[in-house]
T-cell receptor, first 115, second 112 residues
Framework: SAVISQKPSRDICQRGTSLTIQCQVD?????MFWYRQQPGQSLTLIAT?????????ESGFVIDKFPISRPNLTFSTLTVSNMSPEDSSIYLC????????????FGAGSRLTVL | QKEVEQNSGPLSVPEGAIASLNCTYS??????FFWYRQYSGKSPELIMS????GDKEDGRFTAQLNKASQYVSLLIRDSQPSDSATYLC????????????FGTGTSLTVIP
């Protein structure tokens, strides 16, 4: 079955620094999304990663804080900039595969702790 | 974010009982509806999708959709301890280029 590779799986960062999370898939996808899951909470959509163009951000999320790249069909990055403890969350890459039903599949997630 | 609400938990049921999970959504244009299961420390995984009004059965799971009432539910029959997880309802307008929005989640515990 198709695989979503996300890294790092976890990291501990200092306040004020930035971290880039990578998402690589091994099959073509129609859509790539980035979600955040804060401790004990549900999933919040950050943005849709658009190939070769600026990401589409949801209300409450801005490019300066969460820059996203998607240079090709199978790779995307999410950067969490100028981190604060409130950014401590699990960040999830998710995709809709070209082959198969129009459903969402998730990567394993990146657990970020900001001190 | 499109509003998706789920019945407040946590929900506890004895082993072998039926667990009932409910979800309402605000976006009338939504066409695709999903139930995901998330075990602690893991990513969500799809267990059911439903697109038409009525019931859809898959093993011990039955999803029910009523678009007029903007309501979708999940029934788990013969609940097992392995069903203990958080269940997430998700909705989408469907088709290429459409986002998926998730509900607040309901934690289910099946007591042996």
């Amino acid at each position: 079955s198709a695989v979503i590779s996300q890294k790092p799986s976890r990291d501990i960062c200092q306040r004020g620094t930035s971290l880039t999370i990578q998402c690589q898939v091994d099959s073509q996808v129609t859509m790539m999304f980035w979600y955040r899951q804060q401790p004990g909470q549900s999933l919040t959509l950050i943005a849709t990663a658009n190939q070769g163009s600026e990401a589409t951000y949801e209300s409450g999320f801005v490019i300066d804080k969460f820059p996203i790249s998607r240079p090709n069909l199978t790779f995307s990055t999410l950067t969490v900039s100028n981190m604060s403890p409130e950014d401590s969350s699990i960040y999830l890459c998710s995709v809709v595969w070209v082959r198969g039903a129009n459903v969402l599949t998730f990567g394993a997630g990146s657990r970020l702790t900001v001190l | 974010q499109k509003e998706v609400e789920q019945n407040s938990g946590p929900l506890s049921v004895p082993e072998g009982a039926i667990a009932s999970l409910n979800c309402t959504y605000s976006d009338r244009v939504s066409q695709s509806f999903f139930w995901y299961r998330q075990y602690s420390g893991k990513s969500p995984e799809l267990i059911m999708s439903i697109y038409s009004n009525g019931d859809k059965e898959d093993g011990r799971f039955t999803a029910q959709l009523n678009k007029a009432s903007q309501y979708v539910s999940l029934l788990i029959r013969d609940s097992q301890p392995s069903d203990s997880a958080t269940y997430l309802c998700a909705v989408s307008r469907g088709g290429a280029g459409n986002q998926f929005y998730f509900g607040t989640g309901t934690s289910l515990t099946v007591i042996p």
